[in-house]
């Protein structure tokens, strides 16, 4: 191969690495004018050297530019690495003496040009190689790593090689410029793997790190034994302000909170947890709580004003201290517990005081809940039962209530505790199916005329996930039970603000099942509304009864209502001789209450009931 060939392949391949390089400044989201700088004198170095080699007259003219675009572009290269990148200080020292080697040579006589020309060629390899290291992902990686070793060793051995083989030295200086070519490639690479880091870890209205970012951090500090503490702050208003306005003012109103966030005058740590709460973790004194709470309330003082609409926040706030908790995840339990406490209080603005025993008291709830969830699937529920006498004939048993009961490693558990606790994890629905097989099958057993067990159900048994009429039906196919011993119960509010409820119950008394409203008086339904509902009873709440004989206008007036639409009427919780005279004077029908009968076991109505 002659000298002309060989120039002309040098000089494509110098002219495919300028295009190369060049493409970056097109591509790369890098915002470092160095790095723009370096990609603009390598590709114009290389540039040249190709039109050198294709023009050999113009060699002499073209020389001194294309060393001044080289030197420049590898030391801007060098310097870019270091700022993007926070290269170690060893990078940057090398670079410091590489920059003043580079000017010695060029500015004295007595030292020549090639000696900083190989310290600039090796400070190129250093920089690419770390960004190398920062990649070292694929094969390709793997490589460019070969190519910077044989690159350094060429610069190495550069002089002795190129006294005995000009060809080595031209390919020294190939891989070195390759070398460098795909480090800047690399560099854009790198400039998407930080773009999509940034996307992973933080978020994208707010720009404050997400709840991966967070959750990373906290795990670090578990880790590490590091004492902090957490405080979630809940901004309240941000849903009306989305349903009323739009997301855009929403996403409007994040980004002020956040800038606002970022001037507070203690230095604190933002996360986004979601989309209406923040976290902020802080270390020292927990005291300082109340500070950074003030501090933070502070910044929803003032009203957003975002394009015409005016928006109002508010905060609320759930803090878990390290002194009660042991990891992120108790911390973020307690706060989370914390801030449900100071929602049910109403309470805004500032910190809700912190109970020391509210995550021990969530640890045994969440215990009890497994039980609970266990009994449930054993069917496990006990069942009691309160009998409702006749107000004509207070010895004449008329039915019964039936009552969830539940006894968990030997002792009983209160349904003020069991009953609730069900109603929060949704529990409650299998408790109600569960009484209602029990019940019923108990007063179809008792084979008694003119007997019906009542059996409450809560109102999300109603809904179009549950098809109670289906189950009812099933029910009384499988176990043969008939409709007209069984008698449902259901409070006026749920009643009344459903009408798939109404549609439900209407299809039950169709099969000869009754309805009665408990409660009644509670649930502030009109006159107009109470017409329209689907009942066979009405039970006088318990509060209304315990006021008589004082205070009997609302128990006259649901006697009343009753007797004018002809239904029938049971006083729920009567205790005092007071009260049962009053309400068999003005005519009640039924009675139910302590002053005749506790509930009792399924053995003891039964001996009740035959002894009457």
Request: aromatic residues 12%.
């Amino acid at each position: 191969m002659d000298a002309t060939a060989l120039r002309l392949i040098y000089a494509s391949a110098y002219l495919v690495t300028a295009l190369m390089i060049f493409s970056q400044l097109k591509n790369s989201r890098d915002r470092n004018l160095l790095f723009v700088f370096a990609c603009t004198f390598l590709s114009m170095y290389w540039l040249i050297v190709s039109i050198r080699l294709i023009l050999p007259a113009y060699t002499e003219l073209l020389h001194p530019v294309s060393r001044v675009a080289y030197h420049i572009g590898l030391f801007t290269f060098v310097w870019a690495s270091i700022l993007r990148n926070h290269s170690p200080k060893w990078l940057a020292a090398l670079a410091l003496i590489d920059l003043l080697i580079y000017f010695i040579g060029w500015f004295e006589i007595g030292l020549s040009l090639p000696f900083p020309y190989y310290v600039a060629s090796s400070q190129a390899i250093i920089a690419a190689s770390f960004f190398m290291r920062l990649q070292k992902r694929n094969f390709a990686d793997k490589t460019l790593v070969f190519l910077f070793s044989v690159s350094s060793f060429m610069v190495l051995f550069h002089a002795p090689l190129n006294e005995y083989s000009p060809l080595i030295n031209l390919s020294m200086i190939a891989l070195v410029n390759v070398s460098v070519c795909f480090a800047l490639i690399g560099s854009s690479l790198l400039d998407y793997k930080f773009e999509i880091a940034k996307l992973i870890n933080s978020d994208t209205i707010s720009n404050l790190p997400n709840r991966r970012a967070l959750f990373k951090t906290l795990n670090q500090k578990d880790n590490e034994s590091e004492p902090y503490h957490l405080l979630i702050v809940e901004w309240i208003g941000l849903k009306e302000i989305t349903n009323d306005f739009g997301y855009t003012i929403t996403d409007k109103t994040l980004s002020i909170l956040s800038a606002r966030a970022q001037q507070l005058a203690l230095p604190l740590h933002w996360y986004n947890l979601s989309l209406t709460q923040w976290v902020i973790l802080f270390d020292g004194n927990e005291d300082q709580v109340d500070t950074i709470a003030e501090q933070v309330t502070v910044l929803v003082r003032q009203a957003f004003t975002i394009e015409q609409y005016e928006v109002r926040l508010k905060t609320q706030f759930g803090f878990a201290p390290a002194s009660l908790t042991h990891s992120f995840s108790e911390k973020i339990q307690l706060a989370q517990l914390h801030l449900s406490q100071a929602d049910k209080a109403n309470h805004t603005n500032s910190l809700f005081p912190v109970s020391n025993n509210l995550l021990s008291h969530s640890k045994q709830e969440q215990a009890l809940e497994q039980k609970l969830k266990s009994a449930i699937q054993n069917e496990d529920i006990s069942i009691a039962y309160q009998p409702k006498f006749s107000a004509s004939n207070t010895d004449l048993i008329v039915g019964c209530e039936a009552l969830a009961r539940w006894q968990s490693d030997g002792q009983w558990i209160s349904p003020g505790i069991f009953i609730p606790l069900a109603e929060r994890f949704n529990l409650i629905s299998q408790i109600d199916l569960i009484v209602l097989k029990k019940a019923w099958q108990f007063a179809a057993s008792l084979k008694r005329d003119n007997f019906r067990v009542a059996v409450n159900f809560s109102s999300v048994n109603f809904n179009y996930e549950v098809d109670l009429y289906s189950i009812v039906k099933n029910l009384a196919e499988r176990y043969q039970l008939p409709y007209q011993v069984l008698e449902i119960e259901i409070t006026e509010a749920a009643m009344a603000n459903s009408d798939y409820v109404v549609a439900q119950l209407t299809q039950l008394q169709s099969l000869g099942i009754t309805v009665a409203i408990d409660d009644f008086g509670t649930g502030f339904s009109s006159l107009s509304q109470v017409n329209k509902l689907p009942f066979d009873t009405l039970k006088i709440d318990r509060a209304f009864i315990q006021a008589l004989p004082d205070h009997n206008a609302i128990a006259r007036f649901v006697l009343q209502l009753a007797q004018e639409l002809k239904v029938n009427v049971v006083a729920e919780g009567v205790e005092t001789h007071q009260q049962l005279d009053w309400l068999i004077a003005e005519h009640c029908d039924v009675i139910q209450g302590f002053l005749l009968s506790k509930p009792i076991s399924e053995q003891a109505l039964k001996e009740l009931l035959f002894c009457k």
